[in-house]
Antibody
């Protein structure tokens, strides 16, 4: 079964840092692009960052550029998100999500499947 | 980055059909056939129900369908059922190398 499990969330003071992890299982992690998507409490979904299967290509949303760093370790089937200089507006559930594949064919960019259950990051003094 | 525009609320009675619109621009929906739709029940992770505008993953009911015209994408749900009550989000690829979600639509089955 394809599974993604996030960890690393918690309560952090403004200006602090946090490293989120996403453990993948049930598929060949090294062959899939990955993403982070977040959801503030009671709000909608916001795409945060993308990393290619090899890790060579990385993109960020403008709202997190310069403060967030996405990375992956294909030897450990793991995805990471380093979050620095945290702000109140970063308070959200952070989901990791794989690029979609259906019937053996990769879906276009912007298709996320499956998703993990998310990890909550709360930024507060 | 401005989000795609969706109606905040939509409702329908069991058995009826509804449609949710997702308005974008010539830099996202209008430029690419990379629109996806997600269903999210309270406290759960989102689940993809439509990808690449109109494709439905295996296991998703054929009551769900997607389409696109110009800068607007649409999700249609026929034969509404109580379990369809959820939040729905559209998502599109946006030039250059971005992904953008809609603000979300809360569907109520009356």
């Amino acid at each position: 079964e394809v599974q993604l499990e996030e960890s690393g969330g918690g309560l952090v003071h403004p200006g602090g840092s946090l490293r989120l992890s996403c453990a993948a299982s049930g598929f060949t992690f090294s062959t899939y692009e990955m993403n982070w998507v977040r959801q503030a409490p009671g709000k909608g979904l916001e795409w945060v960052s993308y990393i290619s299967s090899s890790g060579a290509t990385i993109y960020y949303a403008d709202s997190v550029q310069g403060r967030f760093t996405i990375s992956r370790d294909n030897t450990k089937n793991s995805l990471f998100l380093q979050i620095d200089r945290l702000r109140g507006e970063d308070t959200a559930v952070y989901f990791c999500a794989r690029g979609g594949e259906f019937g053996g064919f990769l879906a276009g960019p912007g298709t996320f499947d499956p998703w993990g259950q998310g990890t909550l990051v709360t930024v507060s003094s | 980055q401005s989000a795609l525009t969706q109606p905040a609320f939509v409702s329908g009675s069991p058995g009826q059909s509804i449609s949710i619109s997702c308005n974008g621009t010539s830099s996202d929906i209008g430029a690419y056939d990379y629109v996806s739709w997600y269903q999210q029940h309270p406290g759960k992770a989102p689940k993809v129900i439509i990808y690449d505008v109109s494709n439905r993953p295996s296991g998703v009911s054929n009551r769900f369908s997607g389409s696109k015209s110009g800068n607007t994408a649409s999700l249609s749900i026929s034969g509404l059922q109580s379990e369809d009550e959820a939040d729905y989000y559209c998502c599109s690829y946006r030039r250059i190398n971005r992904r953008v979600f809609g603000g979300g639509t809360k569907l109520t089955v009356l």
